[in-house]
């Protein structure tokens, strides 16, 4: 029986390598977040890498529509090669292309604090922080008049509480959320405030961020004041207000869980009635 040849369209050269430069662009991201979450190098060799993967996948996508132009036209194969780099170069790219978009809504900072008059001061982590990252010392009244515009709801919390269970509130929460600790100085009748200083995660990249809480008493209670800031960048695209404002929320939930509920009163007796027994004796009283 004679054999039967099937002829094979040729795959296009544009569409392999869209899918070959997508690939590689995955790999280079991939290795540069695992570079800056584990601080194995600098961060900006790192932060290159990573923007140079985003160019390489902007390429990827391109690569990948000219290659459906060729395929249409000559007739070859490599859709599927094609569509694979262009799904790889928009998951790549769809996150920063979120951001971007947050970078216009929100002010160009990267330090809020609820007390932009008398901002929580960065002692220990001031030690450790690499000569190359941004100051220590609170951006000014430009930065808080930016802050006030977009987060008019970081405020301090005002606890109904004493110092010591706000700020053990606080460090709970923070070590619940595995932050670094870097000093605790909880507050004692010869300190006036108590303070946690803490280095915080960002969710993907890992940028490490600084974070202080500081607790004060109050007349009333405690008042617990917080600062974040980012090491690097003067844009945090609102990650240190968002942790603010959720570290907060927490230390809340933590004073109010451990709050005893206020006992029911007591009926009142009514008037003119005795207990039973008969009337107490004169000077005498009652047992409680």
Do not use: C
Not at 24 to 45: D, T, Y
Not at 86 to 115: E, K
Not at 189 to 210: H, K, P, S
Not at 219 to 237: I, P
């Amino acid at each position: 029986m004679p054999r039967r040849h099937f002829s094979q369209e040729p795959t296009s050269k544009l569409a392999i390598w869209a899918r070959r430069m997508a690939l590689f662009a995955l790999a280079a991201a991939f290795l540069s977040v695992v570079i800056l979450r584990s601080g194995l190098l600098e961060i900006w060799p790192a932060l290159a890498t990573f923007f140079g993967a985003l160019g390489l996948a902007i390429l990827a996508v391109l690569l990948a529509f000219a290659a459906f132009v060729v395929i249409w036209k000559d007739g070859l194969s490599g859709m599927g090669y094609a569509f694979s780099a262009i799904g790889i170069g928009l998951a790549l790219l769809a996150y920063p292309a979120y951001l971007a978009v947050l970078s216009y809504r929100l002010p160009w900072i990267y330090d809020v604090t609820t007390d932009p008059i008398d901002p929580p001061r960065y002692e220990a982590l001031a030690r450790i922080r690499p000569r190359d990252a941004n100051p220590v010392i609170y951006a000014g009244l430009s930065a808080a008049e930016q802050q006030r515009e977009a987060y008019p709801d970081i405020e301090p919390l005002d606890a109904d509480a004493s110092p010591l269970v706000a700020y053990n509130a606080a460090l709970a929460v923070i070590t619940k959320r595995k932050w670094r600790i870097v000093d605790q100085r909880p507050p004692t009748a010869g300190r006036r405030e108590g303070r946690i200083e803490a280095v915080a995660f960002t969710l993907i990249m890992g940028f490490r961020d600084d974070v202080v809480v500081r607790v004060r008493p109050e007349e009333d209670g405690a008042r617990v004041d917080v600062r974040s800031s980012s090491r690097y960048g003067t844009f945090d695209f609102g990650a240190n207000a968002a942790r603010i404002r959720n570290l907060l929320e927490e230390i809340e939930d933590v004073i109010d869980a451990q709050r005893p509920e206020e006992s029911a009163p007591a009926p009142a007796k009514k008037k003119g009635t005795q207990p039973k027994g008969g009337p107490a004796k004169k000077g005498g009283q009652g047992k409680r």
